[in-house]
């Protein structure tokens, strides 16, 4: 029998909540403001997972109140052509947010086209202005999916100061700039990668255990330390035997529930937040613009 009576982070719950406490802040800076906050999301291609996610994102601007400018590119647009309209939607009075649905087809370079986002306006917070500001600790718009993290252990009321914390991933999305917000909170941490040595007894040691590798269930209960915080960034797509598809997260959440005292559910945990987040960075660059920060 368990131990430990492991509760639920739920992300939808709480990225609902966001999203209406948003809804109010929009509704009051419009009255001073005179217009609504924008948001323009890029696409380039027919990537159907894309195409899901970004009407997920339109959904939830109209859901709030935000106005959308979607843009959406030919998977042959040129370069060229995407940075035209990024300097244009820079230049946009009605535009807080712009982002870029990844990923790009191969012959577009992603980073040199991130790096012409004005970094007031770079809704995913990935641009490398945003991400020095994020070392320094300075105020500026986070990487959403690493802030959404963040904002379901503090809404948890998780204690991380003086905790040590186990990120099992180095990606510049994910695992280097939560890393740093964990560091901010006063955590231990170390970054863990394929070519971690024992990578298992390190993760043994993780009072905050997080993944984010891309890797269908490889964090196993045996792995996990009693009564650790484990949370689950990874979205993998599995079948059957029978060829049906499921979501599953970087964790054997079967496993790891009889040993975890907090863990993230996938879908439902960490997913609902990264869009969340990308909502609050576009009214936070809104709002700043006009120094009514919130």
């Given at each position: 029998?368990?131990?430990?009576?492991?509760?639920?982070?739920?992300?939808?719950?709480?990225?609902?909540?966001?999203?209406?406490?948003?809804?109010?802040?929009?509704?009051?800076?419009?009255?001073?403001?005179?217009?609504?906050?924008?948001?323009?999301?890029?696409?380039?291609?027919?990537?159907?997972?894309?195409?899901?996610?970004?009407?997920?994102?339109?959904?939830?601007?109209?859901?709030?109140?935000?106005a959308?400018?979607?843009?959406?590119?030919?998977?042959?647009?040129?370069?060229?052509?995407?940075?035209?309209?990024?300097?244009?939607?820079?230049?946009?009075?009605?535009?807080?947010?712009?982002?870029?649905?990844?990923?790009?087809?191969?012959?577009?370079?992603?980073?040199?086209?991130?790096?012409?986002?004005?970094?007031?306006?770079?809704?995913?917070g990935?641009?490398?202005?945003?991400?020095?500001?994020l070392?320094?600790?300075?105020?500026?718009?986070?990487?959403?999916?690493?802030?959404?993290?963040?904002?379901?252990?503090?809404?948890?009321?998780?204690?991380?100061?003086?905790?040590?914390?186990?990120?099992?991933?180095?990606?510049?999305?994910?695992g280097?700039?939560?890393?740093?917000?964990?560091?901010?909170?006063?955590?231990?941490?170390?970054?863990?990668?394929?070519?971690?040595?024992?990578?298992?007894?390190l993760?043994?040691?993780?009072?905050?255990?997080?993944?984010?590798?891309?890797?269908?269930?490889?964090?196993?209960?045996?792995?996990?330390?009693?009564?650790?915080?484990?949370?689950?960034?990874?979205?993998?797509?599995?079948?059957?035997?029978?060829?049906?598809?499921?979501?599953?997260?970087?964790?054997?959440?079967?496993?790891?529930?009889?040993?975890?005292?907090?863990?993230?559910p996938?879908?439902?945990?960490?997913?609902?937040?990264?869009?969340?987040?990308?909502?609050?960075?576009?009214?936070?660059s809104?709002?700043?613009r006009?120094?009514?920060?919130?």
């Open positions: 029998m368990s131990l430990t009576t492991c509760q639920i982070l739920d992300g939808k719950a709480l990225a609902q909540k966001i999203q209406q406490s948003l809804q109010k802040t929009i509704q009051t800076l419009q009255n001073q403001i005179g217009r609504p906050p924008g948001l323009a999301v890029l696409m380039v291609g027919d990537n159907p997972a894309s195409a899901v996610y970004v009407r997920n994102k339109e959904k939830a601007c109209s859901k709030i109140g935000m959308s400018f979607g843009k959406h590119f030919p998977a042959s647009a040129k370069a060229a052509e995407i940075t035209e309209t990024i300097q244009q939607l820079n230049q946009d009075e009605r535009v807080d947010g712009i982002l870029i649905q990844l990923p790009l087809p191969p012959h577009l370079d992603s980073v040199a086209l991130l790096h012409e986002i004005d970094p007031d306006k770079d809704a995913d990935l641009h490398p202005v945003n991400l020095g500001r070392v320094r600790g300075e105020r500026g718009l986070r990487s959403c999916t690493p802030a959404g993290v963040m904002e379901l252990l503090k809404t948890a009321n998780i204690p991380l100061a003086g905790k040590r914390a186990v990120v099992v991933g180095r990606s510049i999305l994910v280097k700039p939560l890393a740093l917000m964990l560091m901010e909170e006063n955590a231990t941490v170390t970054i863990a990668h394929s070519r971690t040595v024992d990578l298992a007894a993760c043994q040691e993780a009072d905050i255990l997080v993944a984010a590798i891309g890797k269908a269930e490889f964090i196993t209960a045996d792995m996990i330390k009693r009564g650790a915080v484990v949370i689950d960034v990874g979205i993998n797509r599995v079948e059957d035997e029978s060829g049906n598809g499921r979501l599953v997260g970087d964790v054997a959440y079967g496993e790891a529930l009889d040993k975890a005292s907090y863990i993230t996938v879908p439902g945990g960490v997913g609902p937040m990264t869009v969340a987040m990308l909502l609050k960075n576009t009214v936070d809104y709002s700043q006009y120094e009514l920060w919130v």
